[in-house]
């Protein structure tokens, strides 16, 4: 019964698969392969817009490279407070951008909210020299708090930023999570809803560890060339990586993986909710399930082997635990926490 | 009547005269010259403790400066929401420190007190990689708000730094103030009340431009040697700052500029308390004057032709003001501001 | 006959095992798996001395990583002129050292000697402020040349480096190969040798895709992990990198495979240099042959197919060719283009 | 007899008296004052091209700020290999510039020939992700070596430039005495000739502390607004600053105080050229003369207490040394130097 994360998971079969198919003979470096090579091409094909694809190895690179484009090293970004980008990334955006500033914004259950936006760039200094820009909105979809963003409401917090001459960044470490949740095109809750580039994560959705910084404004390519290398991204064996997105978006495993683990979510969520003394600390709308136990259930889960996290995680000792369901997780593995959790709150 | 700053006033005839009598002969350049190499000397006897002196021409480079010998690139710099470091040096800090990051603290008056800031310690993820790190408490003193903090007050919020490990820097762009607003000996509010480095503030008390960097902690001297060179600081012609300095703290002229512009502040904060609707925003400690007004007075005064900004600054249309008293301030202009708004206010 | 380069390369099959047989069940993510935690106990055991190891995707990140631990932000790190640091991560080191400076030596095959350190050195402004100050020298085992230094060598150039107050930092993307040439221990030419970190090379040699940050002077390290983190090389499921490290130390693997790829270049460069109008432009002691050729011959290689670039590369239509075999090699593709090379050069 | 250099200089009585003359009532800060406000317009006068003027206090921050809107912060830099921005900036330019990279390029007498910088060029990669990307040419006028580059000289500079894609910055420090030598109009070695940008030197020229940044390219002005507040040099009582400037550039300051300056060293020059042993290191064609003279005489200069440095300085003994000359030099000082080095040839 281990719930701490998502990025605890194995690598989905597939893309193990895809990896040793790519596994023979010799393949240009550096992105020269072939499945590098086509990899433009098959997210365009993805979000029906042509768009630019960075493969990286991590979702901390993937979203400071996407933001150090999109803001100057005078510039504000704004986030969730409880984003991943301000909070655990150890001022990666920060320092990728030269000197850039992370601002939180409030918002119930992760989501921002377009006038908390507004009225963070009144106050923001706009042109004034004496202030640091505001450069850029970073959205995490699926959030923080395990839930997703509407088309549109992705729509209206980029009018909003649009609005304050912000560029919008979507940090979608969960990306497939989200779309599965909402049933909707990859691209309506992208550009179609105002985002200029994404972080599409792979490694918590069954591959090895590869995120897609995609552009959907392909001329900030050029730019993010250069420091996607000078960041040590431009693998030199790159074919693995390739190969791990191609087999990802290939048949719409990455939704298959992405709807395993919210429906495990929801069955977790729903099963919870009904205990006594049980309460959702915010919808289950992806792979996440934020629930308040009495501390004598968590105490018993945990001493039972249950692994979680209170949140806010780490640091404190928290009433509110953070349950990560998982593609590669057994329905006994759900089943068997709820029914113990059912035990303990049934005491 | 022109409230707007301390930085629109003149330059002291005395430190105009100090610069005048530099200026003959040749004069070894970068810090060699006679003036210049007994500032470390000077100001050890101000401060009753050795230290080392980097002059610099400005606050915003002396703050910026300050903080990059005291934290990591990845660290994490507490400061009050309000202060200057914080909304107007246009991401400096950040910058200087190789993408730092500040973290505003609440606290009335501008002031923060210990349980805040440890607070925010206890959230801060010392020690865990995830986290950027904290490294150094900014305090402003006076703050921003025309207040003064005590001996005993920099003292405990000191020690809270220094549980968490933090370095402290005190932004004294308006220490001259403080100091006489407490009347005590510049070593109890720094180091002997904690303080690691002090921007120790020359051109808002009647100086031309210069700003100093005390170290209390001379080991940072080294580091912040090459620094000062890098950021452009290491003027050639240092000796025309130095005898700003060397002016300034001779015969205690800065003290008796600052209590002048104080006195004023006194003046002005008492008549416009007793007004009918007025009340201060803030108490008045230095030389600055937070006062809520009826919009006909504040209207009125603008009318007359005054001078001032609303505050928070300058891009709200507040119904407090602010209101800044300098050295070369002539009774007649407090006067003539005090009988006007009196007259407004008795409508 | 595919000579561009080693990391064109298949991965070994022992290291998709590894990498296979760690995909089971889950495992703590950013290095607190079982395979992660044993790293530095590993490596200890290999070195013979205590390390800390820091696993990253990619030897640009490994080279700029270590330096930026090695260097202040104002530092000046030597390299041979020729070195992948000074030419090829695309300014990677000065951007995580925070704007310090790469300075190019000159040196015969790619190595450097005492005395031009030492010259460069002595014109350097050590401890003048205007200078940005010598903090490093990063040499490359084995070279841009495909020569290896002897561990003498290495021990004299630190001492040099020591005695100008510089960190040494070894560039060991092929490493493997310089071990496997030399025969000695791997810490004869490392921290016996003065060496205070290593980039400790993977991927060219059978890794997908990892690097290790080998610290000898372990005090590093508490400023590393931060580094490391923010840089995003601490992957979520770090597991697959450590295993692919672990698979490669375990039973010499990382040896044999660079003595194959040793063993390949040596037949290739013994091959080639009897041929009339071939000459070594270095002696091949790693896995890379430099061969002078008659432009006859370099044509009529590639219109065969072969693949190779000129070198300098890519940008000189050179007739000096670099040539580099790979552990995955056959004999026969050597053979043919031995053959083939005779050929065209009897004609 | 001081012929250090000439920062050591004087600050010229008319420019003292325009500082004085500033120094009455209030004025808006920051650059809000009226001397201030009108500087784009009187450079504009002067260059007869409209133009935006941001005044500094040192020249290394004019250099590092310039060059930072010129260079992406993966680009390329080029100046000669004895350029300050090269050699006593303490890497202040890659700094600025969050990493970028100097590349020295030799020359005879601190001057660059265009063939030098295109063969530069042919090697740096351009368009290739794995390097540093060529962003700019620094141009020092007068050079480092006393020497001016004609017209001519300049638009072939950067004419080559431009078809590499490189925006060309010139450190004019000393800009006034190559305009003086020349005997032409400001534009014809800047704007006219290509230049985008200019560092307009002050300080050496009689000034206290000031420099301007003189962009021709107007559109880079909005970026810079911004990196020259962060960089503390928008100083707030900038009148005083601007007044600096505008005396120097009012009745041709500027030029009769670099006239004079270079008048004394061609007197120098040529009295030195004069006297057996002696040979001059560069031509005289500005305010710096480079002489080899006999060992005897050097020290027998130094023993009669004349004040100069070996070049290259600081840190060689050599046998050239520069001797600076100055706005506020008596011709005596000349004389006396001139009689004694005679003197000591003689012997």
């Not at 984003?83 to 150890?90: D, F, G, M, Y």
């Not at 909105?137 to 409401?153: F, K, R």
């Not at 979608?172 to 992208?190: E, K, M, Q, W, Y």
């Not at 969520?269 to 259930?297: D, M, Q």
Request: aromatic share 8%; charged share 20%.
């Amino acid at each position: 019964m281990d719930f701490r994360s998502d990025n605890i998971a194995t690598v989905a079969p597939a893309v193990i698969e895809a990896i040793t198919r790519a596994n023979h003979g010799t393949a240009g470096s550096y992105g020269g392969d072939e499945i590098s090579l086509r990899l433009d091409e098959k997210f365009t094909r993805l979000f029906g817009k042509s768009v630019r694809v960075f493969p990286v190895a991590s979702g901390s690179v993937a979203n400071a490279l996407a933001l150090s484009v999109m803001t100057p090293s005078y510039g504000v970004i704004y986030a969730h407070q409880g984003a991943h980008v301000n909070n655990e990334e150890c001022g990666a955006p920060e320092f990728f951008a030269g000197g850039a500033r992370l601002v939180g914004l409030e918002g119930e259950h992760g989501k921002i909210v377009p006038k908390t936006l507004e009225a963070a760039l009144m106050l923001s200094g706009k042109g004034f020299v004496h202030c640091a820009q505001p450069a850029a909105l970073s959205l995490t979809q699926s959030t923080e708090w395990g839930t997703v963003y509407t088309p549109a409401e992705v729509a209206a917090l980029s009018e909003s930023a649009r609005k304050g001459g912000l560029a919008v960044h979507m940090d979608g470490a969960r990306f497939a999570n989200a779309v599965a949740s909402l049933g909707c095109a990859p691209a309506d809750i992208t550009w179609r809803a105002g985002v200029d580039a994404l972080s599409f994560g792979g490694t918590k959705n069954g591959a090895l560890a590869v995120e897609a910084i995609v552009l959907f404004r392909t001329e900030l390519a050029e730019d993010l060339a250069f420091k996607h290398k000078r960041a040590g991204q431009l693998m030199s064996k790159m074919r693995f990586f390739a190969a791990q997105l191609d087999s990802l978006i290939t048949d719409d495993l990455w939704l298959q993986l992405a709807r395993r683990a919210n429906q495990l979510a929801r069955r977790l969520s729903e099963g919870l909710a009904a205990f006594p003394g049980a309460s959702l600390a915010a919808p289950t709308e992806a792979n996440e399930v934020f629930v308040t136990l009495p501390r004598v259930v968590i105490d018993g889960l945990k001493a039972a082997g249950a692994l979680f996290y209170g949140w806010p995680e780490p640091w404190a000792d928290s009433p509110t635990i953070r349950l990560v369901t998982r593609h590669d997780m057994a329905d006994a593995e759900v089943d068997g926490f709820l029914r113990l959790a059912e035990k303990l709150s049934r005491r």
